[in-house]
Nanobody, 123 residues
Framework: VQLLESGGGLVQPGGSLRLSCAAS????????MYWVRQAPGKGLEWVSS????????YFADSVEDRFTISRDNAKNTLYLQMNNLKPEDTALYYC?????????????????WGKGTLGTVSS
């Protein structure tokens, strides 16, 4: 199993970034997927979850209405569109896989993680 994030960078407040996570080594379409972030000096924070067909998604209150999660099962890729970014969104962003295939609900148990991509919001 491999998860490879990309798309991070430096952006001004109010700007946008689109993160991608390329998945390989497993049947991507069978798993809930997650974005989790870690701000400098802080712990892990769950950001968003998406179900297997991409029709159901959940967001942390801190990013609701600004971030969108999506997936392309044909391309084995997970996305996070981040708009109206704030300095407090600065973090290392990880994608992660749910531990259970074909789950009807998110278990919240993440068994594989990528190495992360850094998003920095600063003027």
């Amino acid at each position: 199993v491999q998860l490879l994030e990309s798309g991070g960078g430096l952006v001004q407040p109010g700007g946008s970034l689109r993160l991608s996570c390329a998945a390989s080594g497993f049947t991507f379409s069978r798993y809930w997927m997650y974005w989790v972030r870690q701000a400098p000096g802080k712990g892990l924070e769950w950001v968003s979850s998406i179900n297997t067909d991409g029709r159901t998604a959940y967001f942390a209150d801190s990013v609701e209405d600004r971030f969108t999660i999506s997936r392309d099962n044909a391309k084995n890729t997970l996305y996070l569109q981040m708009n109206n970014l704030k300095p407090e969104d600065t973090a290392l962003y990880y994608c992660a896989r749910d531990s259970q295939p074909s789950a009807a609900w998110s278990t919240g148990d993440m068994d594989y993680w990528g190495k992360g991509t850094l998003g920095t919001v600063s003027s």
